[in-house]
């Protein structure tokens, strides 16, 4: 027990997230180019709740598929697991990126994330302005304040690049025009990307794969605390301010213990201490491939990883046990 208290959460348990996520991930594959959304969310839903019950944890969502009222399952607040095994918070989302998936577009993703009871950001539903780079960078490299053209620079400087070879990923959304000109006028590149900014994030760490290295704009706030919790295992930066721009969002946000509607986030203070993070391709994407259904088995493609021994996993597993699928 020593060990354990010592060393965060128990190390078994990086693995066994595997499951969780694979299972989602097989779920919403199937129902991959069918043009329904809700249906492929909801297969997903279903898989991931009834994979996560059979993990030996106490855990509460604290990051979910919405308030109880409105998301049956997997809800804030919802207590997961066996209840036998340590007490645990879980930011999950069983299918990021439900438009994709409806598209059968390139990365959309199941992910979860657990880390030790009361050290994720319990973020309302709402929007967040987010600012993120890979690993290797000069602690201030990026600022979520500075104008685009600044933290551009900076990064380019810190690569060793023109600026005209940084790529931005950003979401495709009205809301961004001004930043995408901002970005465009400085002569970098942008990749517009549709949905799926928990792998925009992700894809700043692996630049020379992934062709992107920075990550700017406003995506909704959960997918910041997932994408905050895999950033901490792998290494980066990220900083992330709630858009709390009505009285109501202000309220709701004071009741999960926000008081400060302006507060820049980092990294570290959307997931603080020991936190695993597992991700599955639903579809093919820049560093996961998504499932592929084969005559005898199914294969999947997840990536595992924890930030207390930063060890990053990569699992390409063949389910034979079709049934169970
Ligand atoms: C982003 C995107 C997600 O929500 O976070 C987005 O990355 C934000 O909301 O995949 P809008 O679609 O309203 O811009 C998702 O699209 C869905 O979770
Ligand atoms: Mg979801
Ligand atoms: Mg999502």
């Known amino acids: 027990m020593a060990k354990f208290a010592s060393n965060g959460l128990d190390r078994i348990l990086t693995l066994e997230l595997v499951r969780v996520t694979e299972r989602a991930a097989v779920a919403a594959a199937r129902l991959r180019g069918r043009g329904d959304e809700k249906a492929a969310d909801q297969v997903a839903v279903d898989a991931m709740r009834s994979e996560l019950n059979r993990l030996p ?16 399952m997997l809800y804030i607040g919802e207590e997961v697991g066996t209840g036998e ?71 380019a400087k ?31 590149a942008i990749r517009l990307i549709g949905d799926g900014d928990v792998a925009g994030v992700i894809h700043t760490t692996d630049p020379d794969e992934t062709g992107i290295d920075i990550y700017m704009g406003i995506g909704g706030a959960p997918e910041g605390v997932l994408a905050a919790a895999a950033l901490r295992c792998i290494g980066g930066q990220m900083q992330g301010r709630l858009q709390l721009n009505t009285d109501e969002k202000v309220a709701r946000a004071k009741k999960m213990g926000i008081d400060d509607p302006e507060k820049v ?15 599955t391709g639903v579809t093919d994407g820049n560093l996961l491939a998504g499932v592929k259904f084969a005559r005898d088995f199914i294969q999947t493609h997840t990536i595992v990883m924890r930030s207390s021994s930063r060890t990053v996993r990569e699992i390409k597993a063949r389910h034979q046990d079709l049934d169970k699928f």
């Open 85 to 155: 095994g340590p007490a645990v918070d879980i930011a999950l989302d069983p299918l990021e990126g439900t438009t994709i998936c409806a598209k059968n577009l390139p990365n959309s993703l199941a992910v979860i994330a657990i880390a030790e009871k009361g050290s994720l950001l319990y973020a309302p539903d709402v929007y967040m302005d987010k600012i993120a780079i890979g690993p290797g960078y000069p602690a201030g490299t990026i600022d979520i304040d500075a104008p685009a053209a600044q933290n551009l620079e900076k990064l």
């Open 158 to 188: 810190a690569k060793g690049v023109p600026v005209g070879e940084i790529t931005a990923c950003i979401l495709d959304r009205p809301r961004h025009a001004r930043l995408i000109e901002e970005v465009r006028a400085t002569g970098a």
């Open 57 to 72: 944890i106490n855990g509460t969502v604290v990051i979910g598929e919405g308030e109880r009222d409105e998301a049956p």
């Open 265 to 279: 986030y980092q990294m570290d203070e959307m997931a603080r201490g020991d936190v695993l993070f597992a991700a």
